[in-house]
């Protein structure tokens, strides 16, 4: 019985690898292994070890994106498990109309990227944006919210954390 067990076991274990295997495990191998040549994909390979590795450290902009994905990660992470605390907090209540908030706060997981995209554009307006126009009612000068170096993560992680917010919600509900 228990060689049966886990033959079964195999069975349904056997698909999900062959998938980590084929489209993780073998390209991630072979992207390290193609890091260590020097190669065009025309000419032939030449073996230069860990020369790309080192050069890269040299690299401005890869400091730079490992800042940014850091910057991304903190911004959004803790804030956004938060948010979503406090809100599935507030949706595990007896509360009328409580299907309604639920659906409301996931609707923006299943929209699309596109459609999500054009309405931050339009928030996100330098002239005629609604963020830009809420704040000039409190007599704040307008942005141009993803032109500025200081203030585009900050919208991304903003759009980041909302996109998401219903997903994560959902798993703290259940």
Same mark, same amino acid.
């Given at each position: 019985?228990?060689?049966?067990?886990?033959?079964?076991?195999? =069975?349904?274990?056997?698909?999900?690898?062959?998938?980590?295997?084929?489209?993780?495990?073998?390209?991630?191998?072979?992207?390290?292994?193609?890091?260590?040549?020097?190669?065009?994909?025309?000419?032939?390979?030449?073996?230069? =070890?860990?020369?790309?590795?080192?050069?890269?450290?040299?690299? =401005?902009?890869?400091?730079?994106?490992?800042?940014?994905?850091?910057?991304?990660?903190?911004?959004?992470?803790?804030?956004?498990?938060?948010?979503?605390?406090?809100?599935?907090?507030?949706?595990?209540?007896?509360?009328?109309?409580?299907?309604?908030?639920?659906?409301?706060?996931?609707?923006?997981?299943?929209?699309?990227?596109?459609?999500?995209?054009?309405?931050?554009?339009?928030?996100?307006?330098?002239?005629? =944006?609604?963020?830009?126009?809420?704040?000039?009612?409190?007599?704040?000068?307008?942005?141009?919210?993803?032109?500025?170096?200081?203030?585009?993560?900050?919208?991304?992680?903003?759009?980041?954390?909302?996109?998401?917010?219903?997903?994560?919600?959902?798993?703290?509900?259940?």
């Amino acid at each position: 019985m228990k060689k049966r067990d886990a033959l079964t076991a195999w =069975g349904f274990i056997l698909p999900a690898f062959l998938v980590i295997l084929v489209f993780h495990l073998i390209p991630t191998v072979y992207a390290w292994f193609i890091s260590l040549y020097n190669w065009d994909n025309l000419s032939p390979k030449t073996f230069i =070890g860990l020369a790309n590795y080192s050069e890269l450290l040299k690299d =401005g902009d890869f400091w730079r994106s490992l800042f940014n994905t850091a910057y991304f990660a903190l911004g959004t992470i803790p804030a956004s498990i938060i948010i979503s605390i406090i809100i599935a907090l507030c949706l595990n209540q007896n509360i009328r109309g409580l299907s309604f908030y639920r659906t409301v706060y996931f609707l923006p997981v299943i929209t699309s990227m596109n459609a999500i995209a054009m309405v931050w554009l339009w928030i996100y307006q330098p002239e005629m =944006g609604l963020l830009n126009y809420l704040l000039g009612l409190f007599g704040i000068a307008s942005r141009n919210w993803l032109l500025d170096p200081v203030w585009a993560m900050p919208a991304v992680i903003l759009m980041s954390i909302w996109k998401n917010l219903g997903y994560n919600v959902l798993i703290l509900l259940v």
